[in-house]
């Protein structure tokens, strides 16, 4: 497809349990993002990929969220040991270079439930 | 501390006049900001951007002003349609080594009456 995917498009955990979330964003873009938006917010930022390097995590509210990007494509967010506080939609997104101000194009989400 | 903020959380508006949305931040290192529609179980499009450089960008319907003085910027739709009926959110950026990562403000709600 010519946008960002993302899968699953709903996942409901159970307090404890680990999720893995999939972005797939649009070929050839070398930025990717993750970000968290809570119930009733704006979207907030976890974490920024060049290529297959993570170059700010400063967002991830804690240790038990780790993100991939191995070989510059597709990325996986992992959350570990889900808390009720980790329920939100996670956004990913893609722009082609970092050089300069590009527009970012968002996926549909994932909502998160955690019960 | 939130650095970008939409003080009003909803607006209403009649069909064929004028929605004006505004968006205030603090933070003097942002040189890039944008404005993003939201609908429903989508994620956010792009609608329309302004660099600092600028105080005003128009694009058809869609004009943003930029106040720096006051850490201020507007979205004016005109004529607002139907369709314009999403929620909006003020977005600003500060160009970076590592990635050009988006601060969003909280959102503003707009319903255009037919």
């Known amino acids: 497809g010519a946008g960002v995917s993302q899968s699953p498009r709903y996942k409901v955990a159970k307090r404890g349990q680990d999720v893995a979330l999939r972005c797939d964003p649009i070929?050839?873009?070398?930025?990717l993002f993750w970000y968290q938006q809570a119930l009733g917010q704006g979207p907030e930022f976890l974490t920024y990929?060049?290529?297959?390097?993570?170059?700010?995590k400063s967002g991830l509210p804690s240790d038990r969220f780790f993100a991939e990007r191995p070989e510059g494509s597709v990325s996986t967010l992992k959350i570990q040991r889900t808390q009720q506080e980790d329920s939100a939609v996670y956004l990913c997104?893609?722009?082609?270079?970092?050089?300069?101000?590009?527009?970012?194009?968002f996926g549909p989400g994932t909502r998160l439930t955690v019960l | 501390d939130q650095q970008v903020k939409q003080n009003s959380p909803s607006l209403s508006v009649q069909e064929g006049r004028i929605s004006i949305l505004n968006c205030d931040y603090t933070?003097?290192?942002?040189?890039?900001f944008l404005w993003y529609k939201k609908y429903p179980a989508e994620g956010p499009t792009f609608l329309i951007s302004?660099?600092?450089?600028?105080d005003k960008n128009e694009d058809g319907r869609f004009t943003v002003f930029l106040n720096k003085s006051a850490k201020h910027l507007s979205l004016h739709i005109v004529p607002s349609q139907p369709g314009d009926s999403a929620v909006y959110f003020c977005?600003?950026?500060?160009?970076?080594?590592?990635?050009?990562?988006?601060?969003f403000g909280g959102g503003t709600r707009v319903l255009v009456k037919p």
């Open positions: 997104a893609s722009s082609l270079n970092y050089r300069s101000y590009n527009e970012q194009f």
């Open positions: 070929s050839g873009h070398v930025s």
């Open positions: 990929f060049q290529n297959e390097a993570q170059l700010d």
């Open positions: 933070n003097s290192m942002f040189d890039y």
């Open positions: 302004i660099s600092s450089i600028k």
């Open positions: 977005a600003a950026s500060a160009l970076q080594a590592a990635g050009n990562k988006l601060t």
